[in-house]
């Protein structure tokens, strides 16, 4: 799965879905004051960048060495001392990890501040099964009741949970993975209550945790 992503790398840096969004906003202006940051599965290295663009000096982690991160590794297994970090970040990427409750529990113990964490929400089975369709690497979307068990199984405060809809350009979105011929037809149909002037709203939450 790693040598895909590898090769997804340049489509997920010049993705628009991805380059912008108010949840990135959000970790901005959450990570305020912050001297460092651990960007967790950066993808095209997004949050990174304007974490940097802000002053934070940033450590990037990705599973895919295609990504280019810093260091090459798991969100489940952060190969950082405990609290080495301000703020520990991870945008939009969660639902790709084997398990997800683990990912959590390694951002909070290798920040001594603030886990950001945005990732879009479960919907529906329906909705799952077009997620695996488009994307075989996709695992699941969780709740916003299952993130902030997350959370607190980690002891971490949740001091913000924040809903909102991220809309994205339905057709490259499908093109981004290859989904195409029948499995995009088969998207198009579970996700048709979804889109709407060519775009598909993806209901997504944003969560900043703040560390005992």
């Not at 002037?197 to 560390?211: C, W």
């Amino acid at each position: 799965m790693t040598e895909l992503w590898s090769d997804r790398a340049a489509a997920y840096r010049d993705s628009e879905a991805h380059r912008e969004g108010a949840d990135l906003d959000l970790f901005v202006e959450w990570a305020a004051g912050a001297g460092t940051a651990l960007d967790v599965a950066t993808g095209g290295g997004h949050v990174a960048r304007r974490l940097r663009e802000a002053g934070v000096e940033v450590v990037t982690s990705d599973p895919a060495p295609g990504m280019n991160p810093d260091v090459v590794c798991r969100a489940e297994d952060l190969p950082f001392a405990e609290g080495a970090f301000d703020v520990v970040a991870c945008r939009v990427a969660a639902h790709h990890f084997e398990n997800g409750r683990a990912a959590v529990a390694a951002m909070a113990r290798v920040s001594s501040r603030l886990v950001l964490v945005s990732d879009n929400l479960f919907v529906s089975e329906q909705g799952e099964e077009a997620d695996r369709l488009r994307d075989p690497t996709h695992v699941r979307n969780y709740s916003q009741a299952e993130w902030e068990s997350f959370f607190g199984e980690s002891e971490l405060r949740v001091e913000e949970a924040v809903p909102m809809v991220h809309s994205v350009a339905f057709e490259p979105w499908l093109d981004r993975t290859g989904c195409h011929d029948a499995e995009a037809d088969r998207v198009r149909t579970l996700l048709s209550d979804r889109v709407r002037d060519g775009r598909l709203a993806l209901p997504r939450i944003v969560l900043k945790g703040s560390v005992h």
